[in-house]
């Protein structure tokens, strides 16, 4: 592998039609009706390598094209096979972590597909899945229609459809079927995995792998090493993502030939400082580069638990111009459907489900998450993308990653990432394409979480220069009064109670598994402040807070939260589930009357959550260990090829990382690209 990126001839065109090979004329009458005047560097530099013999591993920064990057070529590639790709045969294939990654790159490829007219013929006819979907047996002629090759994408993700779903629309596509495969690991991996599917050497052109960091991570590495095995050896690979550089680890498994590394930053302006609003800047050093784009404003605000929502409806109500739409990123699952539901109460009911700010302004709030069920996962965020007024999505690291949503102008970060490259991703989502944008992270006050902006400056994420001084941009009188309003909401309803415990729990899980873990201390947390903050009525009682909960004096006087409460009549909205309840806790107390009060169930000990999910960690490891083990005695069992192409392949990773690290400086900037955005 190269060290680092070839550079580009000084003042190298970014025409289109500058391309070396050419691209197609139908591609370049495409990206001019998308209004694409100019590549941007990082199309300039990975276009014509990727649609040449060129592996590559691309780290340029969010928002700066590398979809096209990627696409062009493959789209380039596939239409120049000298042999017409076979039915049931796939010519490249592209993995993404998520599947609203995945429908979007699909959906980009289609709006590219539209202006080549023997794919746009496929794209809108319909499917003909009505036909015999088990005659597989013209698998290896030529289709009919491929005197001109036409590229045929389809999209494998969960969710909506079944995996047996995928292949028979796979199958029964006719008179060609897709070639160009774009989804999730686990889809790609189930079609992939069909013997009607086929993907020979003679054929088979690319694999992308996007947030290939990502996808390298543990969660999908079996899955995306399943998909290795499925395609042949002999191919173009690209890594494609703005934080690839520590993915390289795994170049091994992922096989890339000599690969070219493409790296595209920007040079930062300075600036850093506190600006208007009170938020403490972190802008670049003049001249050094960041890994952010230029368009993009990165700060951060310390806060007490209590003025971090209140803090968030300032920045809505406050910002000029207002943000159309804002992304605000929590730790957990529970926590978005919790706050979802009791973020309102400090709004005011709008028309048509939406709410209005303090200044009358009209908001909607839409949570996403992975645990929504997946046809809600698609409304919501489709809702979110089109939603004609100023909306919030509330979410998790779901939408961390690659997501191109026109006109988030904010990002808000209320729980930082336990992963610092999520950090830099999801601050991404805004000022995208040139377009302003302004990403503010909130750390807790009195904790260690300031901390973590240094934490960020030394892993290199991006360059960011410290303000000193803390100001509350709330004041106390508000925070006060909207944790009351939380808590009157949640007052209302049990159920809101029993989301709220849940979802704290959660949280506090998340917390303490953050990587940063000597800044983001679970023993260091204002227990009693911060259930507050949310609306609690008591701290959950969990192995964490046991401290604060069980210990003497004023910690104890607090369990609830220094509110009465006769829990026994606190009921559901909900009338069946409150009848349950009231019936249950008659059925409980005579239970417990028969057992001398001891609280049994089916004679074991009720587990805490988090004491479950500790279990559930510990079987996972176990689990992980037995595999490694298993991996090191398929090792030993290699044969003396196998080996030496491993060994190889190693020395490659060596050099790579050798120019990894030399490129890691300061005097890479020499080497690499460098982009001052769209706007040039
Ligand atoms: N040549 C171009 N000129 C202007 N805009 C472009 C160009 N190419 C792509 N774009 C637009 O830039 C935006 C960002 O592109 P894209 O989603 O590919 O970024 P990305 O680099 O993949 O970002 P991320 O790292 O967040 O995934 C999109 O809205 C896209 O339409």
Redesign the pocket.
């Known amino acids: 592998m190269a060290p680092a990126t070839p550079k580009p001839p000084a003042g190298a065109s970014r025409a289109?039609d500058a391309v070396s090979p050419p691209l197609s004329p139908w591609i370049l009458q495409a990206?001019s009706a998308?209004?694409?005047?100019?590549?941007?560097p990082?199309?300039a530099t990975t276009i014509p390598l990727f649609t040449g013999n060129k592996d590559v591993v691309v780290e340029?920064?969010?928002?700066?094209?590398?979809?096209?990057?990627f696409l062009i070529p493959l789209v380039e590639r596939l239409l120049r096979l000298e042999e017409p790709l076979k039915r049931h045969h796939v010519g490249a294939v592209v993995v993404s972590p998520t599947r609203e990654?995945a429908t979007?790159i699909y959906n980009?490829l289609c709006s590219l597909l539209e202006f080549h007219a023997p794919s746009a013929a496929h794209l809108s006819s319909p499917s003909s899945d009505d036909e015999d979907e088990n005659d597989v047996s013209s698998h290896d002629q030529p289709s009919r229609s491929q005197k001109t090759l036409a590229i045929i994408p389809q999209l494998l993700v969960g969710g909506t459809s079944t995996p047996s779903a995928d292949l028979s629309h796979f199958l029964s596509r006719r008179p060609s079927s897709p070639n160009l495969l774009i989804g999730t690991p686990g889809r790609l991996l189930a079609l992939l995995s069909s013997p009607h599917v086929h993907a020979p050497q003679t054929s088979f052109e690319a694999l992308v792998l996007?947030?290939a960091d990502r996808l390298l991570d543990m969660g999908f590495k079996d899955d995306v090493q399943g998909i290795l095995r499925r395609v042949p050896k002999q191919r173009r690979t690209g890594l494609?993502?703005?934080s690839v550089g520590e993915a390289v680890d795994q170049l091994v498994r992922v096989g890339l030939r000599n690969p070219v590394r493409v790296c595209v930053r920007v040079k930062g302006e300075g600036g850093s400082g506190i600006a208007p609003n009170g938020l403490r800047v972190a802008g670049g050093i003049d001249g050094e580069e960041l890994r952010t784009p230029a368009s993009l404003t990165l700060a951060y605000a310390v806060l007490p638990p209590a003025h971090k929502f209140p803090f968030l409806v300032s920045l809505l109500d406050a910002l000029d111009p207002r943000p159309q739409k804002t992304i605000v990123y929590v730790s957990t699952c529970a926590a978005v459907d919790y706050f979802a539901r009791v973020l309102p109460a400090i709004l005011r009911p709008d028309t048509n489900g939406s709410f209005a700010l303090p200044s009358d302004r009209t908001i909607s709030i839409i949570p996403l998450h992975g645990h929504l069920p997946p046809q809600a996962r698609k409304t919501n965020l489709t809702r979110f993308t089109s939603s004609a007024i100023p909306a919030v999505l509330l979410t998790t690291d779901l939408a961390a990653?690659?997501?191109?949503i026109?006109r988030v102008d904010l990002v808000l970060q209320l729980d930082p990432p336990s992963d610092p490259k999520s950090w830099l991703?999801r601050c991404?989502?805004a000022g995208?394409?040139?377009r302003k944008g302004l990403a503010v992270t909130t750390l807790l006050q009195g904790t260690g979480e300031p901390d973590y902006v240094e934490f960020l400056r030394v892993r290199g994420t991006p360059d960011i220069s410290l303000a000193a001084g803390a100001a509350p941009l709330v004041p106390d009188t508000v925070a006060a009064a909207a944790a009351e309003a939380l808590q009157k909401e949640v007052l209302a309803d049990r159920a809101l109670h029993d989301r709220g415990q849940r979802a704290f729990v959660s949280w506090v899980q998340a917390y303490r598994k953050h990587a940063a873990r000597s800044i983001f201390r679970v023993e260091g947390l204002p227990w009693g402040a911060l259930a507050l903050s949310w609306g609690l009525l008591r701290v959950p009682r969990m192995p964490e807070s046991r401290g604060w909960v069980e210990g003497p004096g004023e910690g104890k006087r607090e369990v609830g939260l220094g509110r009465e409460l006769e829990w026994e009549r606190y009921g559901y909205r909900d009338e069946n589930r409150e009848r349950k309840r009231v019936e249950g806790n008659v059925t409980a107390a005579a239970a417990a009357a028969e057992s001398g009060g001891v609280e049994q169930v089916k004679g074991k000990r009720k587990e805490a959550w988090s004491e479950k999910k500790e279990k559930k960690a510990e079987r996972e490891a176990r689990r992980e260990k037995k595999r490694r083990k298993r991996a090191k005695e398929k090792e030993q069992g290699m044969a003396p090829e196998e080996k030496a192409r491993r060994a190889e392949l190693q020395g490659m990773i060596e050099k790579v990382r050798a120019g990894l690290v030399a490129g890691g400086t300061k005097g890479r900037a020499d080497e690499d690209e460098e982009w001052d955005g769209?706007g040039d």
């Open positions: 289109w990206v998308m209004g694409f005047l100019r590549m941007t990082v199309q340029a920064v969010t928002g700066s094209g590398k979809t096209l990057a990654l979007q980009v996007d947030e494609f993502s703005a990653r690659g997501l191109d026109p991703h991404g989502r995208r394409a040139g769209f």
